[in-house]
């Protein structure tokens, strides 16, 4: 601890530390049914976005997590085109509930700085024709723009497409929609409410409040957490953190070789002791309870990434495999896939025989809120687990 580093009001167990991230997370206790999906989305601040489609998409895999089998339409719905919610470059590209368009200024202002964004610049035509199209003909993809981009990277962009993305990033343009995967654009004006998109607070205010939404979503976190939850520099979060509202803590285990370790909390997840009812479910690699690795290994004890772009031969867990949580802790893994009616457990691990009912259950459950009606397991870690698993399932 450095003289600067107000001392710790609270030393943490790590259980307690866990399950005051799995409540600040939403998996602990009952779950918002009436806040629903949009209520889920505040309470994380930013849900990540990714192509990856197996069971579902990420996005849908996260409230999928907190309020079990709600309508995958329902959640679409409460994503695009609501106005209730945006898309921008948080912990990466993610939907952000639309009060915080103004917080993100800070980050418009960054982009808006740089010499180059997306890797060369456009003539000032260009990007004047891309804002007077959509100014009078509505939202429109980058395909309608007719600068389509020619491949997956950047640098094979057409001009229209790095001018439109150019807009995104410093908020001329905003993206309240998703059409096959294809961001709609529309002027930020006329999508974002007109007394938040005139607010323009300072660097300072977007940060601090960023840190405490971060901490809140968190409930208790490292600074390596606190910086990995919308990406922001170390020295925006040494600048924030004092009037953050966020309390210093030492949580135990958490230091180095299993010593106490310094870490900041939300006062309103000190002040009750977690309790209620834990989910289970499998988790979306891109869920925000475990998407940063060294935070998920410090908390629960595994070490989980995503394997989709580690060569086949390679993979341990599978393509997308998807952590089980259960008891508020992480017994195994799930990698699957959907063949017609039937999801397909491609690789299946488990901690602990204990385990299975949990296990059959999240798979029963997955499959019933994506259509399918039968499970098919193909590989257990442990054959010797199979006739109960299959009597479970059932």
């Known amino acids: ?32 049914r009436p806040g629903g999906v949009r209520g889920v989305l505040r309470r994380l601040g930013a849900v990540q976005l990714d192509t990856i489609s197996v069971l579902a998409r990420s996005h ?8 079990g089998a709600v309508g995958r339409p329902a959640v679409e719905t409460a994503y695009w085109g609501s106005g209730a919610s945006f898309e ?20 418009r202002r960054h982009y808006r700085a740089k010499a180059h964004v997306w890797g060369k610049q456009v003539d000032a035509a260009t990007y004047r024709a891309v804002l007077d199209r959509l100014r009078a003909e509505g939202p429109l993809t980058s395909t309608e723009l007719g600068g389509a981009k020619r491949t997956a990277e950047w640098w094979d962009w057409s001009d229209t497409k790095i001018a439109v ?61 606190l910086l990995d939850y919308h990406r922001l520099r170390t020295d925006q979060l040494d600048a924030a953190l004092p009037e953050s509202g966020l309390v210093p803590v030492q949580v135990a285990g958490w230091g180095p070789d299993g010593s106490p ?8 997840a000190l002040a009750a002791a977690p309790r209620g009812r834990h989910r289970t479910t499998l988790l979306s690699p891109f869920d925000s309870l475990i998407w940063e690795r ?12 995503l394997e989709a772009y580690t060569p086949k031969h390679k993979r341990v867990h599978g393509y997308f495999a998807m952590p089980l949580l259960t008891g508020g802790r992480l017994v195994g893994r799930v990698d699957p896939a959907r063949e017609g009616r039937t999801l397909v457990a491609r690789q ?6 204990r385990h299975l009912e949990a296990l059959a259950g999240a798979l029963r459950e997955a499959a019933s809120w994506v259509g399918c009606d039968s499970v098919r397991v193909e590989a257990l870690h442990d054959e010797a687990l199979r006739p109960a698993l299959e009597k479970l399932l059932g």
């Open 165 to 225: 993305e150019r807009a995104l990033a410093f908020g001329d343009v905003v993206c309240t929609e998703r059409r096959s995967w294809k961001r709609v654009y529309a002027p930020a004006e006329q999508a974002i409410p007109a007394e938040l998109f005139a607010a323009e607070p300072d660097d300072e205010h977007c940060l601090r409040t960023l840190v405490a939404q971060s901490g809140a979503a968190l409930g208790v976190a490292t600074r390596a957490d």
């Open 261 to 268: 370790g310094a870490a900041w909390a939300d006062p309103a």
């Open 60 to 67: 849908e895999l996260v409230p999928y997590a907190r309020l």
């Open 348 to 353: 299946v691990s488990l901690d602990s025989p």
């Open 294 to 305: 060294p935070r998920t290994e410090r908390i629960f004890g595994m070490f989980h990434r």
């Open 88 to 107: 921008y470059w948080s912990h990466a590209a993610c939907v952000l509930p639309v009060e915080e368009w103004p917080l993100f200024a800070f980050r």
């Open 1 to 32: 601890m450095t003289a600067s580093t107000p001392a710790p009001v609270t030393v943490l167990g790590a259980d307690d530390a866990r399950r005051i991230a799995l409540r600040a997370q939403g998996l602990l206790g009952a779950p918002d």
